[in-house]
């Protein structure tokens, strides 16, 4: 029996990852990465664009992929956290002249914060309860973000412009390949950041609580830490995300930062595998890329397009990228055999 | 106090519809422990339908007994073949589906009757109601009609076989399935009335939102957030839910100062969720004990 078959026999939220299968392996993760990193010079800038907004978006699945994978609590509001980070970056670089880079850790301790607070109400809720509180942070953000009394800072409706910076010294290079490098290697620090969390020992905390809550409290964990300490953390990288999100599209608006949003990174954490953290970019790869093709295939019903796709990829792997991954290794380890 | 008391009846009328559509969630939930993201969808197909058939010609009752048939159909059908399959999946991979389903029907009812408003006729008239400037005729027909399906289903579940065997696959579906149940078409049934609940809330509140495929997203969420501060697992709680939350949804709406239109929906939410930290298993939810 695979791995992906063994965990169909509980009836969990989230079905356990052992830890070891959490990451790639060291050579794919090598190929991987030298593909990443050669891709851009090939391409125009536009796909460029679209390459920065794939690893922003898998950032901000990654994050979730944290705090749903790892400690089994589930939101529909990351939305939220990401239009906290964008605003923070924005805010600090148009009225304070702050430096871009200086911003993205600044947007990660509001969001920590911030996150860390608002898993303190919702350390008493779970599953669908705790789906309909961070819900309605997200149903929120948007209208917090028009009030009246912020509007010097956020601009109200119209939002903020956001300057793209140059490529630093005296670098031959467009602005969108300076950023894709600059998001690569910010991306890269947090997944290498993230693998070693969850190998850590609040890592094992974490999926302890997931696996079973009562037997991990039993055990002397910190139940109630720890839930909020998982939130922090993906708030945190949900914001950083959300930082270079607002860098790459050059504005910030309320009206980009609903409800949808949270809703297609669940989506694109469901697609690439539930607590398997390299989906993240599978993930991301299939909310950018699907609604783009659907609408190819007809504008009219490019919705209904979407959801059949979506539907056949649930049906033929319920478990995600994950799966065909499992599949890809065990198959790779029957030819080795023969 | 007229301003008051005009605000807790419209209050109650559109509590009715939360009431309804929360049934339909509860309805689901209970079935297979999911809530459906896609039934206010569903809804608003199910009241076009409605809408088509009276446009054909058909009275509005007749339309109205055939779209219960067709969306009892139709839930039924829409359980066999997309989500039997998907029992067995994570429930997280369940909740994609629903949110597929949704963009399904959303689109597909946007290319059948694209996307501008249309007037929906309502049975009850609009005057006032027994001569009352408090509450018109529509409403209170939303409130009666609210109240009989919820009679109807209590006589339902408590009093015929049918409804005793769905309460049994619902609540321990191992111990039901040993003594003859099929739990397997107890959860197409609890598809089929959930689809059929939700298709009267959709032709109730049509007339009062206008007909347009976006028309029921915001009553779905008051309807979640109604089923939720009510308890999951309580029928009677989903519906005092929906009249709490119409209820305080005016309420909020008129006298907090800076609410609006705009924060109602956000209001409305964040007491329902200083509620759950009180309550978390909602006012009338059964907590159930974990045993490790």
Redesign the interface.
Same mark, same amino acid.
């Given at each position: 029996m695979s791995a992906a078959e063994e965990v169909v026999e509980g009836h969990e939220a989230v079905e356990a990852v052992p830890k070891r299968a959490m990451t790639l392996g060291t050579g794919t993760s090598l190929v991987v990465l030298a593909a990443l990193i050669i891709a851009p010079v090939f391409v125009k800038n536009f796909i460029i664009f679209q390459m920065t907004m794939l690893l922003i978006y898998g950032l901000a699945v990654l994050a979730l992929n944290i705090l749903t994978g790892g400690s089994g609590q589930f939101s529909l509001g990351q939305s939220a956290f990401y239009a906290v980070g964008a605003y923070t970056t924005a805010v600090l670089m148009e009225h304070f002249n702050v430096n871009y880079a200086l911003t993205l850790p600044i947007a990660g301790v509001v969001c920590f914060g911030f996150g860390f607070l608002f898993g303190q109400p919702a350390l008493r809720l779970s599953g669908v309860y705790l789906a309909l509180a961070t819900f309605a942070l997200a149903t929120a953000m948007p209208q917090l973000l028009k009030l009246n009394f912020l509007e010097h800072w956020t601009g109200g409706v119209q939002g903020l412009v956001v300057t793209k910076p140059d490529a630093p010294f005296g670098l031959s290079m467009s602005q969108d390949m300076w950023l894709y490098y600059f998001t690569l290697v910010v991306v890269l620090a947090i997944y290498i950041f993230s693998v070693n969390l969850l190998r850590s020992r609040s890592g094992r905390a974490f999926m302890a609580i997931r696996d079973n809550e009562i037997a991990a409290s039993a055990m002397g964990i910190n139940v109630a830490l720890y839930k909020t300490l998982a939130f922090g953390v993906s708030a945190a990288i949900t914001g950083i995300a959300g930082s270079l999100g607002a860098i790459a599209v050059q504005f910030v608006a309320p009206d980009s930062y609903t409800i949808t949003l949270a809703i297609s990174l669940f989506l694109g954490m469901v697609v690439g595998g539930v607590g398997w953290l390299p989906g993240s970019i599978v993930g991301a790869a299939f909310i950018i890329f699907v609604p783009n093709i659907a609408e190819g295939i007809s504008k009219g019903l490019s919705g209904a397009v979407f959801g059949v796709l979506l539907f056949l990829v649930i049906y033929l792997v319920p478990h995600g990228a994950r799966q065909v991954a499992i599949l890809g290794q065990q198959l790779a380890g029957k030819l080795r055999k023969n | 106090m007229e301003l008051f008391t005009n605000q807790v009846l419209a209050g109650i009328a559109t509590g009715a519809i939360y009431a309804c559509m929360a049934l339909a969630v509860v309805m689901i939930?209970q079935a297979i422990d999911h809530?459906n993201f896609a039934q206010g969808e569903m809804a608003m197909f199910s009241t076009f339908i409605s809408w088509q058939l009276m446009q054909w010609g058909v009275s509005y009752w007749a339309a109205f007994l055939i779209t219960l048939v067709f969306s009892f159909v139709a839930g039924i059908a829409i359980e066999r073949i997309?989500f039997k =399959?998907?029992a067995? #999946?994570?429930?997280?991979?369940n909740? #994609? *589906?629903f %949110?597929?389903?949704?963009? %399904?029907i959303?689109?597909?009812a *946007?290319?059948l009757w694209d996307f501008t408003i249309k007037q929906y006729p309502t049975p009850f008239g609009s005057s006032p109601f027994l001569g009352s400037q408090l509450i018109s005729t529509h409403q209170a027909g939303m409130i009666g009609v609210t109240v009989l399906l919820l009679l109807g289903l209590y006589f339902f579940f408590q009093y015929t076989r049918i409804g005793l065997a769905m309460r049994a696959a619902a609540s321990v579906p191992e111990s039901a399935r040993l003594v003859g149940i099929n739990t397997s078409w107890m959860i197409a049934l609890g598809w089929g009335m959930a689809t059929a609940i939700g298709s009267i809330a959709g032709m109730l509140i049509a007339p009062v939102v206008f007909l347009e495929p976006n028309m029921m997203g915001g009553v779905l !969420?008051y309807g979640?957030?109604a089923a939720?501060l009510g308890g999951?697992t309580s029928p009677f709680g989903a519906v005092v839910g929906g009249f709490l939350v119409g209820i305080f949804e005016n309420l909020a709406g008129t006298y907090i100062p800076g609410v609006g239109n705009?924060?109602k929906? =956000?209001i409305a939410?964040?007491l !329902? !969720?200083s509620v759950?930290?009180v309550k =978390?298993a909602g006012l009338f939810g059964r907590h159930i004990v974990?045993r490790?």
């Open positions: - | 939930y809530l997309l =399959p998907l067995k #999946a994570p429930v997280l991979t909740v #994609a *589906g %949110i597929a389903l949704y963009a %399904i959303n689109s597909s *946007g290319l !969420i979640f957030a939720v999951l705009e924060l929906l =956000p939410l964040a !329902i !969720i759950l930290v =978390p974990k490790v």
